[in-house]
């Protein structure tokens, strides 16, 4: 029942948010966000007693045979907690923000939620898809009605390509169905295909995910998008949503094409590799902060795919843990660049400096947060690249050099950053830089605390999902599987 | 068959009430009622033991569970749209009364279209059906392109129409029935048989119920017709009407020449990637929202006929119409306030639609998304359910081809949408009045497509 709540309270409170007219709307998108965190808690510690009591499954479509299936596990349990944990970050992030048609912005964000949460419950291949593709229609209107300059033009890109990709996956979806005559999880894990059939699937669906992620060659989209969407759609997208493209391998590439995922592996961590030195090399020469914290995010993913078909347990724990580290990270980066980018009106590197001389306490912060984003020791970040890049290492230790790469370029652009934007003299553009308000000291309090929680005792995190991640790895991965 | 009682009398009733001299509003509302009662009467027969009925009229007509379903959905789409047509009426000042009976006319000729069993049936029902409908295209009697829309209709449907007239002589020569059953029967005994002139009559069947039903490459009257046509009958047309087309095409494929699919399968699937390709790719480059409706609706002609050729499951293709008929009304609904408020149809119109009326944007953005496919929407299933029949049947490159063409459609539709939130108006807002009736009538329209979004058991498990 709890997952159930999960996911139509969301629903339930953006219908509330959006009659509770613009005025209002943000304090009742937070209440309904916070009481989001505390049902997931509750889902969290129903899990840690019995993860089946979790499980739902309620006759839906008689005519195809489809249930609708849902149930949380702890591959599953790590992302919903993320969702429910940035919502109402996110939301809060916008308290100093005025939008015009507030109520429809923030009922937005919690539809999105809803359909997030569904994505990382579902356990019918069929519910996936829905909500995977209704998690796009709040973001494309967030990114396209509140957005900055050349909006329509980059929102509908995003919306084309991404569909474009999901509309491949509808076509495996239909394929795999007629195979197994079940959109069932169980039922498609267990099915046993031919090497060939198995490659096509693999494609139709790693296309579709690559591009939500997105894996270099897949990533043009994206760099505009962040950049032009308002800062709480830049945190939906990049916190959020592409973790749905990650968990969609985890969840049902891995089972449905089995061999082919092992095979392709190479190919892909190739280009996941090259994105990531790609995505840091790009993000050094970036002078819009935005648009280096956009590159710098391919860089990052980039290593969370390798992990991810380096198909190794400790790559696959550490690409688990990692997403929800860059989730909250990448919210942290944004949201400081949003409130340099409103004090001062620009997010130019050659016009930022000295920020650091008005306000030493978002330096502190930022530093934390950097911190983590650079994968320092003892931060939420450290766990996951370590685990990754040793994962890779077992699986190739060329590709695992290249790709630790991206802990020195990560380095590299970031401090170049936080030195031009936060270091040095103050100028006209920063001299009148206004102290931090209490909501953002609260977002930056949470997220840098989470930083450091998770840095220092990561163990809680890794006991959610390693069962799971084993079974996964030794029932799916360790031997590839298919009828010549 | 009460259904079609009630209609034929109420045609007549009205068509005469121009001499009692009665009231525009109050035929309005006749007419409007008059579906309603027909409607129910039909719904009232479902499911009901009509063997008694069905052999009244010698089997010329069948009442089933098929055809009370499909004329379910004709009959209501006419409600609807007549709902939502005050406006539209209220504009025609001499003659109103034969316009309402013109109307109902056509929904008797569709009821025939869909419950015949004999093609002579069918013949007559497309005939009452298409004279009312070449008159009403022409009805905006001052306009060029009205009269224009009239002319392309007549010429290119009377040409089909002959062809049709020819195909069932043929078949008839052939199989030496006019009956459904006679055809299937003869089809059936002889399997090999390559008898030309019964092969050549089912292909001049096919062509003319393909111009019917405007598909590729028979749908060139289409755009201009729908077009020029005052935009009521357009809405007419491109909801009832192509139900109604589509309803009694798949009928006859399915029942009289399944056993020699052979012969026309590859016909059928050539048909299909050029009806949705040509209206995709043609919606593509249309400035006015209406042009735009029409050739999306001759793309959506080609959805429907992949039931034809996977024929199996008449669900795909109620399920299909009937998410089609709901958005369309939607779109229509909309499309019918800002053609009266700005004065066009271009995309630009639709401008800010969204600040100066969100009502109308939203209902006009379900209605996208619906014929576009997306999920949460009646469209979505229906395209689902007729692409999962296509590649069980085997037709992958058909389905490939269906999925390219759906992604151009999401650039379309989705350019009306851009334009209503996120474009701003060019000149001063104007703030579009709509009756809260007619809000009602939009609502439902939205409940109706998110519902069967989300269940679509509803409608698909009908029959």
Known sequence: MITLALIFFPLIASILVFLSGNNNAKKVALLGGLVQFVLSLVALSKYQVDPSSLAVNQAWLTSLGVNFTVGIDGIGIVLVLLTSFLIPIIILSTFEREFKNAAAFYALILFMSSALIGVFVSYNLLLFYIFWEAALIPIYFIAGYWGGEDRVKVTFKFFLYTIIGSLFMLVGIIYVYLQARSFDYTTLSALELTCSQQGWLFWAFFIAFAIKMPIFPFHTWQPNTYTTAPAAGTMLLSGIMLKMGIFGVIRWLVPISKAAFLCNGDIVIVFAVIGIVYGAVLAIKQDDIKRLVAFSSISHVGLIAAGLFAANELSLQGSVIQMFAHGVNVVGIFFIVDLIERRTGTRSIKELGGIINQAPLLSVFFVIIMLGSVALPLTNGFVGEFLLLNGLFQYHAGLAAVAGLSIILGAVYMLKMYQNVMLGESNEVTSNFAPLTLSEIIVLTVISATVIIMGVYPKYFLDLSQADIHSLVSSHCSSASCIK | ?463
Request: hydrophobic content about 55%; proline content about 2%; glycine content about 8%.
């Open chain 2, 1 to 463: 068959m009460i259904a079609l009682v009630i209609l034929a009398l109420l045609g007549v009733f009205l068509m005469m009430s121009g001499v009692l001299g009665i009231g525009r509003k109050s035929a309005g509302v006749v007419a409007t009622l008059g579906i309603g009662a027909a409607l129910l009467a039909n719904t009232l027969m479902w499911d009901k033991d009509v063997t008694a009925l069905n052999e009244m009229f010698n089997k010329m007509m069948i009442v089933d569970n098929y055809g009370l379903a499909m004329v379910g959905v004709i009959l209501a789409s006419a409600f609807g749209l007549f709902l939502l047509s005050d406006k539209y009426f209220s504009e025609i000042t001499n003659y109103f009364t034969e316009h309402y009976a013109l109307y109902i006319f056509a929904l008797v000729g569709m009821i025939c279209m869909v419950m015949y069993n004999n093609l002579s049936m069918l013949f007559i029902g497309i005939e009452i059906m298409s004279v009312s409908l070449y008159i009403l295209a022409g009805s905006n009697k001052t306009n060029l392109a009205s009269n224009e829309a009239s002319l392309k209709y007549f010429l290119m449907g009377s040409f089909a129409t002959g062809i049709l007239l020819m195909g069932i002589a043929l078949i008839y020569g052939a199989t030496g029935s006019f009956y459904l059953s006679g055809i299937e029967s003869h089809f059936v005994d002889n399997p090999d048989s390559n008898n030309i002139i019964a092969l050549v009559g089912m292909f001049l069947l096919l062509i003319g119920m393909a111009f019917k039903v405007s598909v590729a490459p028979f749908h060139f009257w289409a755009p201009d017709v729908y077009e020029g046509s005052p935009t009521f009958v357009t809405a007419f047309m491109s909801t009832a009407v192509k139900v109604a087309g589509f309803a009694s095409f798949y009928k006859l494929m399915y029942i009289c020449f399944t056993p020699n699919i052979l012969y026309w399968e590859s016909v059928v699937w050539v048909m299909i990637v050029l009806t949705i390709s040509v209206g995709s790719i043609t919606a593509l480059i249309q400035t006015g929202v209406k042009r735009l409706l029409a050739y999306s609706s001759v793309s959506h002609a080609g959805y429907m006929l992949i039931t034809i050729l996977t024929a199996n499951e008449d669900s795909d293709l109620l399920f299909y119409t009937a998410a089609y008929v709901i958005a369309s009304l939607l779109a229509f609904g909309v499309l019918f306030l800002v053609i009266d408020a700005k004065g066009d149809d271009k995309v630009e119109s639709f401008n800010g639609l969204s600040k100066s009326n969100p009502f109308l944007a939203f209902s006009l953005t379900v209605a996208m998304a619906s014929m576009a496919g997306l999920p949460l929407t009646a469209g979505f299933f229906a395209k689902f359910y007729v692409l999962t029949a296509a590649v069980k049947d085997g037709y992958i490159y058909l389905v490939l081809i269906a999925i390219v063409n759906a992604m151009v459609g999401i650039y379309y539709y989705f350019k009306v949408v851009i334009a209503m939130f996120f474009k701003e108006e060019s000149s001063e807002t104007i703030s579009i009045s709509v009756s809260p009736f007619y809000k009602l009538v939009l609502t439902s329209g939205i409940l109706a497509t998110i519902v069967l979004g989300v269940y679509p058991d509803l409608v698909y498990n009908l029959i």
